[in-house]
């Protein structure tokens, strides 16, 4: 398989990592998933001539320099990040969107400031209910849509980063250079990237990306009423062996990685015999609160022929993966257990 991103659309940038790419903790920024819905920057911006915009349902309303930023206190985080549609093209019926397989998530190691500090130093009114973040990437299409998209105060307020670094380098131009927002465990639709501007409201944004897309709803049904996209769902994928792999019998090693958002995945079991039986799988590297934990299980593979193997997790919620994915029209949150099985021969 090739080691370079699979690219689904040029404009706007739409590519999916590698698998064999998955298997280390830290994905490398330049294998790590691209998700755009508008024309990225041309070139970076001049750090002086940018400024970071606070206002809305705010005391006291800021423009920040890029230095001014940094004089706040730097957060250190690891945060798993995937795209709302990663694995869409898995799912047993079609749906709207580009086609990800595995590939639309990664783990880095992100710097910044964390968003509930800044707000408390704008101080909020008591009608403050959401924060709404924009970029600075060109709307595409000849709607001219703005991604702009909120999330509650209190996830703001608790667990939101403004990352400027990424992997210990200042955050690259495809990801959000020099700002991005990230709340950590929840998907990519929700930490915009490109940062010029954050908007306290009394209520949800209301636009586009809020009420049409990034909603859980069937065909016929009204997006608006369908439920935002918000926390990363409980998943576990294999990442070795790859599909199609032929392999001689006896030891083979199936490593993979399982994630679950704000919860904290306590346990992975694979079955090497399309869910007969399940076996504990043994977790690898570093254990951290929104970020992946990489796990292993070694099978003594006895049997030729074609075998499916699954992997399913159970986290700190009390969340088993499900057996299946709940379907919706724009194909979000496939976390099936059926729908990440790997099938491979053993010789």
């Known amino acids: ?36 819905q508008g024309q990225i920057p041309d070139q970076k911006m001049p750090l002086d001539q940018w400024e970071l915009r606070i206002d809305g349902e705010v005391k006291k309303p800021q423009r920040l320099t890029f230095e001014q930023l940094c ?83 209190d996830k703001a307020m608790a667990s939101t980063l403004l990352a400027y670094e990424m992997n210990g380098e200042p955050l690259p131009l495809k990801h959000g250079y020099p700002l991005r927002a990230l709340a950590l465990g929840w998907t990519g639709a929700n ?60 030891r083979v090693v199936v490593l993979g990685a399982a994630y679950g958002g704000e919860a904290h995945v306590e346990k992975v079991e694979v079955s090497p015999d399309n869910g007969v039986t399940w076996h504990a799988a043994e977790f690898l590297g570093p254990d951290e609160p929104f970020a992946w934990r990489h796990w292993q299980f070694v099978w003594q593979a006895t049997r030729t022929g074609s075998h499916t193997l699954l992997s399913r997790a159970t986290d700190s919620w009390g969340r088993r993966q499900p057996e299946s994915a709940e379907w919706n029209l724009l194909g979000y949150g496939n976390n099936g257990i059926r729908e990440h099985g790997v099938t491979i021969d053993i010789l």
């Open 71 to 153: 004089d706040f206190p730097k957060a250190i985080v690891a945060n798993t990040l995937e795209c709302s549609g990663n694995g869409r093209s898995l799912l047993a019926k079609k749906s709207s969107g580009n086609p990800w397989t595995i590939g639309g998530v990664g783990n880095a190691i992100w710097g910044g400031v964390g968003l509930g500090t800044l707000l408390a130093e704008t101080g909020l009114t008591e009608r403050a209910a959401h924060v709404s973040f924009e970029g600075m990437d060109t709307p595409l299409g000849k709607a001219n849509i703005t991604f702009v998209r909120s999330i509650p105060i």
């Open 1 to 36: 398989m090739s080691e370079s991103k699979r690219v689904m659309t040029e404009k706007p940038l739409n590519a999916e990592t590698p698998t064999p790419r998955l298997r280390s903790w830290i994905t490398a920024n330049d294998v790590f998933f691209d998700r755009n």
């Open 191 to 250: 930490c915009v990237k490109w940062l010029k501007r954050i908007t306290v409201l009394d209520k949800p944004y209301e636009g586009f990306f809020m009420d049409k897309v990034y909603r859980v709803f069937e065909k016929g049904q009204d997006p608006a009423s369908g439920e935002i996209v918000t926390g990363i769902k409980l998943k576990s994928i294999i990442t070795q062996p790859l599909p199609g792999e032929q392999r001689q019998a006896g």
